[in-house]
């Protein structure tokens, strides 16, 4: 082959692969319109040359850090969803924190007989305004749960048509392991405000697909800034939304594990039914929280 000849030849396996590439993401973009299928992560790479790591927890010792995590709610056993919610469901160790997911027959620190997990955030600990948030973490195996990281403040229950006072932020949530292939290796994206009642609003961002998150590690962040959130996968964007007008207030960080049903009894729901589960006892494994902020806020611009 002369070498016009290897330019052409290379220039249509270019022509080709570009060709596949927009083919793969009408498809994709098809299959989502019709059947709310997740799309695969396509957007710009995350350049974190522009933030100064702030905050960050690596979970390298071997209980949990209470001055940085408090339990989400209580110490004790609380009614969360179909599910309890008890601190003793948790460890730290090899560089990892665990919230584990378990049938308890005979109750546990004074639940009742049930699903038990548990969920800690920073509130009172840590909030910020604006930045770079990201969680490394495997999530857990088994329908009926599902893993979240998100963002919350108390400005998320003024209801007054605007989600700037403090919004629920959803980096991601996990409820979809009893799906089928096309659906299982995937999260969601969501934001809230205005409450949980008759004014709630809520933003379905998107589905997203994620390489083998049962078994392997994954990055899920949020860049936050004045105008707009962005939502990352790994290093590349998955969205951007300025729903709601945008949280200006200072926000706080949670990791949970919960159950569907209600009142602290399993029931069918968007995850499956945790009844069905064969494979507890399960594990959301957190190998980092990090937290950034923009350079000329961290410097106090």
Known sequence: MDFLSAIFATRQLR???????????AAEML?????????????????????????????????LDVSKWSPHFTWGSTIRRGGWWNTAFQSVGGGSLKIRTEYQPEGFGGGQPGYYSCAFDTNGRYLQKFGYFEVRCMLPKGQ?????????NDGMFQVDG??????????????????NG??????????HYDGYGSGHRMEAVGKFRVPDPYDTFNTYGLEWNEHEYIFYING?????????????????????VEVDGSGGVPAPGWSGDIRNNTLLPSAF???????YQYK???DGG
Not at 236 to 256: C, H, N
């Open 236 to 256: 590349v964007e998955t969205a951007r939304s300025t729903f709601g007008g945008v949280s200006q207030e200072p926000e706080y960080m949670i990791l949970s």
């Open 285 to 291: 494994v957190v190998d980092y929280v990090r937290v």
């Open 162 to 179: 605007s989600g700037r006072d403090g919004m629920e932020i959803d980096i991601f949530e996990a409820p979809y392991y009893h799906k």
């Open 15 to 25: 022509a080709l692969k570009a060709l596949l590439a927009a083919l793969l993401a």
């Open 144 to 152: 009926g749960q599902w893993a979240a990281f998100w963002m919350l």
């Open 31 to 63: 299959g989502l319109l019709l059947f709310d299928l997740p799309t695969t992560p396509r957007g710009p790479a995350l350049d974190l040359s522009k933030f100064e790591l702030v905050w960050a927890d690596e979970f390298n010792g071997d209980e």
């Open 182 to 191: 096309l659906e299982r290796n995937a999260v969601t994206t969501n934001i």
């Open 296 to 298: 000329d806020l961290a």
